[in-house]
């Protein structure tokens, strides 16, 4: 089993997200699991295995490439991480506190189409980095992670940006030890509705604060060509 995102590698029982629809994806389901490599915006780019796979509202399978690789960046300063599935965060944000980059409880600054609050059968109670990814990649999925980190201290409050009129919410108001979590699903066509440049105003007002930012691509939810897109421009002239 690997220990940490250094090299990729595919996970073939049904944990994680290679449970979702696991019987009925063919004799061996097995997802891809990119490696991290250190980087810039630039190197964020979409790969060509398949990193998510289920069945839609239509009842149609879906299988979805994800990114070439995890990206370990900065924005601004700011350490960012760059994912596909949005469960390797917690990963991210046990590091993070670990090596004292972001205090424990942070506040939760979350922008996302779902809330992400599903319970998982199994809380974390690791202490060590294999420990943590582990639980990341075979008991976490894409809408479960969040619990866990509030459970075992690793956030705190979480404030939900599920919407165009969060956008204008007063009361999310810029503060110390906050985690900026980005899912590009929040740019979907079905969101269209809400105004990019409102948007982009929000994320910049509290990416400037934040210890650490989160940032996946959500292959299920989201074209990644369009995610990747949109993250250029929410980056804009972000250091290379």
Not at 28 to 57: K, M, N
Not at 81 to 89: F, K, P, Y
């Amino acid at each position: 089993m690997p220990r940490d995102y250094g090299l990729p590698f595919s996970i073939t029982d049904a944990v994680g997200n290679n449970a979702f629809s696991f019987d009925r994806r063919g004799p061996a389901p097995s997802l891809w699991v990119p490696s991290l490599v250190p980087g810039t915006f630039d190197d964020v780019a979409a790969g060509d295995r398949v990193v998510f796979e289920d069945v839609d509202e239509h009842d149609t399978l879906q299988s979805c490439t994800g990114l070439a690789h995890l990206v370990d960046t900065h924005w601004d300063g700011v350490p960012t991480v760059v994912m596909d599935n949005h469960n390797h965060a917690f990963y991210f944000w046990q590091r993070a506190v670990t090596a004292g980059a972001v205090a424990p409880l942070a506040t939760l600054i979350h922008i996302d189409q779902h809330k992400d609050m599903r319970v998982p059968e199994h809380l974390y109670d690791g202490h060590t980095f294999d420990d943590a990814f582990a639980y990341t990649n075979f008991h976490l999925n894409v809408g479960n992670y969040i619990v866990p980190a509030q459970k075992c201290g690793l956030v705190g409050e979480v404030q939900f940006v599920t919407s165009g009129e969060a956008l204008n919410d007063e009361s999310l108001a810029t503060r110390g030890n906050t985690i900026l979590n980005i899912d590009l699903d929040f740019f979907a066509p079905e969101m269209s509705y809400i105004d990019f440049d409102r948007a982009h105003q929000f994320i910049d007002a509290h990416r400037r604060t934040a210890s650490l930012i989160t940032i996946a691509t959500s292959p299920f939810f989201i074209d990644q060509e369009r995610a990747i897109e949109r993250l250029r421009r929410l980056v804009g002239g972000a250091e290379k």
